[in-house]
């Protein structure tokens, strides 16, 4: 067992942090609000710290103001850090900026430059696919614009394809600017309570106070949890994918069989009735996938996020506590590696695929309409794939670095 480092017993630093984007970027802003949470719950006991997630949904309310934008920021207050998302659509004008988000952006960075608050600024725009009939070309002009004008202003801004990138990318940067922040002088700064959440892993038994307790109190208990955590997710995942592969393979074999069974058909033409039986074959097996994919690319996505989240958090309770990091993290950058492979041969099987469905006029429309439908689906499912290979190198960087 490694030795751990006692928990802090100073009094607990309430750091806010105010999440500035678009309307259309819900999803994003609910995921910041969970990091938020996370981190609190893996390390706000030990550092001595809670974390206030600022939106104006949850921390504004109607008032009166010369602008409706004055009445938020008014209310909003001080805060420690700015994050600032941003899609395809950059919003609405304030009567001052050209949307909300500009103008939060711009009085972030202002008081960063002139006062130190808020101490930390950090953006990020998707670089998500999206159809060109949901891109508005106006919005989307004035957000490049915007993103020429964030990278002048000095802000090292990040680009992000789907959540799970983005949760890795966002972690990583509230931890490292927690601790900076934590290593300034907080006299002026209120005071909050250091009870925290139940860990979400443990949600369905909030009852089972005893096990809540030990995990507030014993963070290498925690850390094995989240480790736990981890596999099983990813086992859920490899699950999935393997299940996936085999729908692929069967496809690919129907095919065949039918190949076959044409050219036998064109010497014997009384083969032909095999023939419509091995074709219809190929039509459901090619219908079931292309179902099957249409259906678990999202439980996929999110068992994945899961997996990297809980990797993530454990190895960030143990850098900070324990003297065998090195030992801890080498098992986990395995896993990874081996994670990252599997997911790898799988996407270059189905870009391989794709593109081996010739045209049969012989077989009718039928055939023509799912050939390009299953060749797309491919495309995307490999890229979709590669986004998450991306994802792992991201966080094998993060977790693979010494413990300082």
Same mark, same amino acid.
């Given at each position: 067992?490694?030795?751990?480092?006692? #928990?802090?017993?100073?009094?607990?630093?309430?750091?806010?942090?105010?999440?500035?984007?678009?309307?259309?970027?819900?999803?994003?802003?609910? #995921?910041?609000?969970?990091? *938020?949470?996370?981190?609190?719950?893996? /390390?706000?006991?030990?550092?001595?710290?809670?974390?206030?997630? %600022?939106?104006?949904?949850?921390?504004?309310?109607?008032?009166?103001?010369?602008?409706?934008?004055?009445?938020?920021?008014? @209310?909003?207050?001080?805060?420690?850090?700015?994050?600032?998302?941003?899609?395809?659509?950059?919003?609405?004008?304030?009567?001052?900026?050209?949307?909300?988000?500009?103008?939060?952006?711009?009085?972030? /960075?202002?008081?960063?430059?002139?006062?130190?608050?808020?101490?930390?600024?950090?953006?990020?725009? $998707?670089?998500?696919?999206?159809?060109?009939?949901?891109?508005?070309?106006?919005?989307?002009?004035?957000?490049?614009?915007?993103?020429?004008?964030?990278? !002048?202003?000095?802000?090292?801004?990040?680009?992000?394809?789907? /959540?799970?990138?983005?949760?890795?990318?966002?972690? @990583?940067?509230?931890?490292?600017?927690?601790?900076?922040?934590?290593?300034?002088? *907080?006299?002026?700064?209120?005071?909050?309570?250091?009870?925290?959440?139940?860990?979400?892993?443990?949600?369905?038994?909030?009852?089972?106070?005893?096990?809540?307790?030990?995990?507030?109190?014993?963070?290498?208990? !925690? +850390?094995?949890?989240?480790?736990? $955590?981890?596999?099983?997710?990813?086992?859920?995942?490899?699950?999935?994918?393997?299940?996936?592969?085999?729908? #692929?393979?069967?496809?690919?074999?129907?095919?065949?069989?039918?190949?076959?069974?044409?050219?036998?058909?064109?010497?014997?033409?009384?083969?032909?009735?095999? #023939?419509?039986?091995?074709?219809?074959?190929?039509?459901? $097996?090619?219908?079931?996938?292309?179902?099957?994919?249409?259906?678990?690319?999202?439980?996929?996505?999110?068992?994945?996020?899961?997996?990297?989240?809980?990797? @993530?958090?454990? =190895?960030?309770?143990?850098?900070?506590?324990?003297?065998?990091?090195?030992?801890?993290?080498?098992?986990? %950058?395995?896993?990874?590696?081996?994670?990252?492979?599997?997911?790898?041969?799988?996407?270059? =099987?189905?870009?391989?695929?794709?593109?081996?469905?010739?045209?049969?006029? =012989?077989?009718?429309?039928?055939?023509?309409?799912?050939?390009?439908?299953? =060749?797309?689906?491919?495309?995307?499912?490999?890229?979709?794939?590669?986004?998450?290979? $991306?994802?792992?190198?991201?966080?094998?960087?993060? +977790?693979?670095?010494?413990?300082?």
């Amino acid at each position: 067992m490694s030795e751990t480092r006692p #928990l802090k017993e100073t009094h607990v630093r309430n750091v806010r942090v105010f999440i500035s984007s678009p309307g259309d970027m819900v999803l994003e802003r609910d #995921l910041v609000v969970k990091i *938020c949470q996370d981190i609190e719950q893996d /390390l706000g006991n030990i550092l001595g710290f809670r974390i206030d997630p %600022i939106r104006w949904e949850t921390h504004a309310n109607s008032a009166v103001a010369e602008r409706s934008q004055e009445a938020i920021t008014k @209310q909003i207050g001080r805060y420690d850090i700015y994050l600032g998302i941003m899609g395809y659509y950059f919003g609405s004008a304030t009567g001052k900026f050209a949307s909300g988000t500009e103008e939060e952006f711009n009085d972030a /960075l202002i008081g960063h430059q002139t006062k130190s608050v808020p101490k930390m600024v950090q953006f990020y725009f $998707s670089d998500a696919a999206i159809r060109p009939d949901e891109l508005d070309n106006n919005q989307y002009a004035k957000v490049k614009q915007f993103k020429r004008e964030v990278g !002048a202003a000095g802000v090292f801004y990040r680009n992000f394809q789907d /959540l799970p990138k983005l949760e890795v990318l966002i972690r @990583q940067a509230l931890l490292n600017d927690i601790h900076s922040i934590l290593s300034i002088s *907080c006299d002026d700064v209120p005071e909050a309570t250091s009870e925290g959440p139940v860990y979400s892993e443990l949600k369905p038994y909030s009852h089972l106070k005893n096990l809540e307790e030990l995990l507030v109190n014993d963070h290498e208990v !925690a +850390v094995q949890l989240l480790a736990r $955590s981890a596999v099983e997710y990813i086992e859920v995942y490899v699950s999935d994918l393997s299940e996936t592969t085999a729908k #692929l393979v069967k496809f690919t074999k129907a095919m065949t069989d039918a190949g076959k069974e044409a050219e036998a058909a064109k010497k014997n033409p009384q083969k032909a009735k095999y #023939l419509l039986k091995k074709v219809n074959a190929v039509f459901d $097996s090619m219908e079931s996938f292309i179902d099957h994919v249409f259906q678990i690319v999202q439980p996929l996505e999110d068992n994945f996020g899961r997996s990297l989240s809980s990797f @993530q958090r454990a =190895a960030s309770i143990q850098r900070l506590l324990a003297d065998d990091y090195d030992t801890f993290i080498k098992p986990v %950058i395995e896993a990874l590696d081996q994670l990252r492979g599997q997911i790898e041969q799988s996407s270059t =099987a189905s870009r391989r695929t794709s593109s081996t469905f010739p045209p049969i006029e =012989a077989l009718g429309a039928r055939w023509e309409v799912n050939r390009k439908i299953l =060749a797309a689906v491919l495309e995307d499912f490999a890229d979709f794939q590669d986004r998450m290979v $991306s994802s792992i190198d991201t966080v094998k960087g993060i +977790v693979s670095e010494s413990k300082p």
